[in-house]
């Protein structure tokens, strides 16, 4: 075989070492190498793909989107069919309700109670009372206005108590803090399963009917009490949050 | 002219390997056209330029493969250079040739696909479920390539 060639198959073997070892060694030189040789085309790969992902993510947020827009012009057939009923049977019309976003100032843990402290915007209005959600479901509700400034007891906290209902099977309780969220009021013939969600009721008159509140994680049945003992996983992070939702009414 | 065309059929190969597995995949094993393409490239071009082209080649794919840099590179040389190596004592009119084929994209596919970071047993079962048929592949379209080529010349003699 030809010197020529033993020269140029060598150089190419050589090559291929030194990548290899330069990208593995950890050593500065070869680092240096790697870094010098390797990384623009391994940025250009990088982006490659990640432009890859993109188109398909693309695609799947387009047929989202689609899916999502057929099914809300379902729902507004609903909401107008479900108005008209409700106009027939006389029944009061829930009133629609603005979103009022607030910034999370502080949030507080005081004997296992969560107390978010946030902060609004000086022009707008709000009043103790008022219903407190965020991206997922129900946060609590506004105890206190001073300034601009609200002190929102969460629905980690005992003396909250949020009227619910099992979006499953439409059976009532009342949700109560005690070091972790319990539903009570359901007797032991009531039909709730693990993974149900729970949704606000409308009783009470503070949070409107059907926020998202939480998932029933465990059901306890003993025989020797009357009702079962229920704990619910809240939909929203109660511990840390950045900006939160008011209810508003117009 | 030739060489034109070597090199029209090195893109297609390329983009066939690169950025088309996913659609020529059989059984999820990987085409490697590209072994094809060296092994026939070597026996029709000057040994030196086939050996240049492994090369380059086998950079273009280590840039492309999230694998160790420079595996390509070695593994494609290696390959040309045993097959110039054997130029000369193999009758590669032949069909008993293909036999260096089978042992190259072999080679190839045991240095570049067995993931030996994954410890003995991954890298014993993917040389029976991705290098063995994947060579095997290789074989077969080899043949049919090489029946195209010698059918080509019978024509043009």
Redesign the interface.
């Known amino acids: ?2 010197k ?2 033993n020269i ?2 060598g150089l ?2 050589l ?6 070892l330069s ?2 060694s950890g050593s500065m030189i070869g680092e240096g190498i ?1 870094y010098r040789t ?1 990384l623009p ?2 940025i ?2 990088n982006n490659f793909h990640e432009l890859i992902r993109a188109k398909e993510e693309n695609d799947a947020l387009s047929r989202m989107v689609v899916a999502l827009s057929l099914k809300l012009q379902e729902l507004r057939e609903v909401q107008v069919e479900n108005q008209r009923l409700k106009k027939i049977l006389g029944f009061v019309q829930e009133q629609h309700r603005l979103i009022q976003p607030v910034q999370v100032v502080n949030i507080l843990t005081e004997a296992g109670n969560t107390i978010m402290i946030c902060k609004k915007k000086p022009y707008t209005i709000v009043k103790p009372d008022l219903p407190v959600v965020g991206y997922n479901g129900l946060i609590g509700k506004v105890k206190e206005v001073v300034d601009d400034y609200l002190r929102i007891q969460t629905i980690a906290h005992s003396m909250t108590r949020v009227a619910v209902i099992d979006s499953r099977s439409r059976v009532f309780g009342i949700l109560k803090w005690e070091a972790a969220l319990y539903l009570h009021g359901v007797p032991l013939t009531g039909d709730v399963k693990v993974g149900d969600t729970l949704v606000t009721s409308g009783m009470g008159a503070v949070y409107p009917k059907g926020i998202k509140v939480g998932i029933i994680k465990r059901v306890i049945k003993n025989k020797n009490d009357y009702q079962a003992t229920i704990l619910v996983e809240p939909f929203e992070n109660l511990s840390f949050q950045e900006e939160v939702f008011i209810l508003v009414k117009p | 002219m030739r060489i034109s065309i070597a090199i029209v059929f090195l893109i297609v190969v390329s983009l066939i390997d690169l950025a088309f597995t996913p659609y020529f995949s059989l059984l999820h094993v990987k085409p490697y056209a590209i072994i094809l393409f060296l092994y026939f490239f070597t026996l029709k071009f000057s ?2 330029s086939a ?2 082209v ?2 380059l080649t ?2 273009l794919y ?3 493969s999230p694998d ?4 390509h ?2 593994a494609f ?2 390959f040309v ?1 045993v097959e ?2 054997l130029r000369d004592r193999v009758f590669w009119e032949r069909m008993g040739s293909l036999i260096v084929l089978f042992a190259g994209a072999f080679f190839v596919r045991l240095v570049v696909d067995v993931p030996f970071y994954a410890g003995f047993l991954k890298s014993f079962t993917s040389v029976f479920t991705s290098v063995l048929p994947g060579a095997v592949i290789n074989l077969l379209a080899g043949l049919v390539v090489k029946i195209i080529i010698d059918s080509t010349q019978r024509n043009a003699l």
Do not use: C
């Not at chain 1, 090559?15 to 290899?20: A, D, E, N, P, R």
């Not at chain 2, 160790?68 to 595996?71: D, I, K, P, T, V």
């Open positions: 075989m030809k020529s060639l140029v198959y190419i073997l090559t291929g070492v030194v990548f290899l990208e593995r790697a390797i085309f391994r250009m790969l | 040994p030196l050996l240049i492994a090369g086998g950079f280590d840039i492309f160790w840099f420079g595996l590179m070695i040389s290696t250079y110039i190596a």
